[in-house]
């Protein structure tokens, strides 16, 4: 019985110390966007508190490794200039509902997007904005496209 639980043991201390060699065990080799600035916005009269993402590295994060989102929060990504935008949901771990948004704060487009996958979801349209929340937020509220986003921040410098 000591055999097969030192042999356990081992067994157990070098899967350990594989993880940490390929940095899969490690703490910081995971990109979680914190401390980003948070803004409240209306969305066709439904009020959130969002992250803003406005920065490359921020936009390129998102809400990866993140594994819920809290009722009515979200994170709004912040272009400098109007483009056709395409977003995908790699280590992104909980399920999105994306709005692309216009320079003038009216929602293109509302898709959802399931967690962990390649799959492109692009803007039906040139948009400044992309605002995710937790997927099927836009539907309970009865969001869709044409609805208004007040309170977005200015164009990013980056």
Do not use: C
Not at 71 to 97: C, H, I, K
Request: hydrophobic share 45%; aromatic share 6%; charged share 20%.
């Amino acid at each position: 019985m000591t055999r097969i639980l030192a042999a356990f043991a081992v067994a157990i201390a070098i899967a350990v110390a594989s993880l940490d060699a390929t940095g899969a065990g490690a703490a910081a080799a995971v990109d979680v966007n914190a401390g980003l600035p948070k803004i409240k916005l209306d969305v066709a009269g439904q009020r959130i508190s969002v992250e803003v993402a406005a920065t490359p590295p921020s936009r390129e994060t998102g809400l990866m490794n993140r594994f819920s989102i809290p009722p009515d929060e979200g994170m709004v990504f912040v272009f400098p200039q109007p483009q056709p935008l395409s977003f995908w949901m790699r280590n992104t771990y909980a399920p999105l509902s994306i709005a692309f948004i216009d320079a003038n704060g009216r929602i293109l487009n509302v898709a959802d997007m399931a967690p962990r996958t390649d799959d492109t979801h692009p803007s039906n349209g040139i948009a400044l904005y992309a605002l995710e929340m937790r997927q099927g937020w836009f539907r309970r509220h009865g969001i869709d496209a044409g609805a208004l986003v007040k309170g977005l921040p200015p164009p990013s410098r980056e």
